[in-house]
């Protein structure tokens, strides 16, 4: 059974930090290429950013570029997102997803096969 569990969330003020924790158990860690979303309430689930499986790409969406960063840990199936000057707009649960080495795109929510349930992140102006 595939398990994605994020950790990290939180209140913070605008400008401060937070890293988020995603941790996988029930697959193939070092073979899926992971990602991050968020999903702000009355709005669709969108693309943070995403790591290859072999750890050699990472990609953002254009609202976090230079802000957030992804990282994993193989030894410890574990994907991080760390979050920096955070603004009012970053609020939103925020979801981890795996997606198979064979996925060429990772940008939407269908490239990917399994989710977390996901951490809110509260960001107070």
């Known amino acids: 059974q595939v398990q994605l569990v994020e950790s990290g969330g939180g209140l913070v003020q605008a400008g401060g930090s937070l890293r988020l924790s995603c941790a996988a158990s029930?697959?193939?860690?070092?073979?899926?290429?992971m990602g991050w979303f968020r999903q702000a309430p009355g709005k669709e689930r969108r693309f943070v950013a995403a790591?290859?499986?072999?750890?050699?790409?990472?990609y953002y969406a254009d609202s976090v570029k230079g802000r957030f960063t992804i990282a994993r840990d193989n030894a410890k199936n574990t994907v991080y997102l760390q979050i920096d000057s955070l603004k009012p707009e970053d609020t939103a649960v925020y979801f981890c997803?795996?997606?198979?080495?064979?996925?060429?795109?990772?940008?939407?929510?269908?490239?990917?096969?399994?989710w977390g349930q996901g951490t809110q992140v509260t960001v107070s102006s």
């Open positions: 997803a795996a997606a198979p080495r064979h996925s060429i795109l990772l940008l939407t929510p269908n490239d990917y096969n399994y």
């Open positions: 029930g697959l193939p860690f070092s073979s899926y290429h």
């Open positions: 790591i290859t499986w072999s750890d050699t790409n990472t």
